[in-house]
């Protein structure tokens, strides 16, 4: 998706939404976090909360590490062979 600052710079959004509260966890994928710090300074994570009739919305400009406190929380699981 194509997006643009009011003066002609690209900026690259990344919404994550949510039907509560803006203080609600969510999920962020390796790439994500990957192409935010390789791409900070185009970068905006957009936050869409209590999503319904009358959502509300943020956004965080730049690498999701400096704007966001991460925790691990999901591992990837490969059976051995043998």
Not at 12 to 24: F, M
Not at 59 to 82: M, N, R, Y
Request: glycine share 4%; aromatic share 10%.
């Amino acid at each position: 998706m194509l997006s643009f600052e009011e003066s002609g710079k690209e900026r690259l959004p990344e919404v994550k939404t949510t039907k509560s509260r803006a203080e609600t966890p969510f999920f962020v994928s390796r790439n994500e976090l990957q192409l935010s710090q390789e791409q900070a300074e185009v970068f905006h994570l957009i936050r869409v909360f209590t999503f319904g009739p009358a959502p509300r919305w943020y956004h965080l400009p730049g690498s999701i590490d400096t704007t966001c406190e991460l925790q691990e929380s999901t591992f990837l699981a490969v059976p051995k062979a043998g």
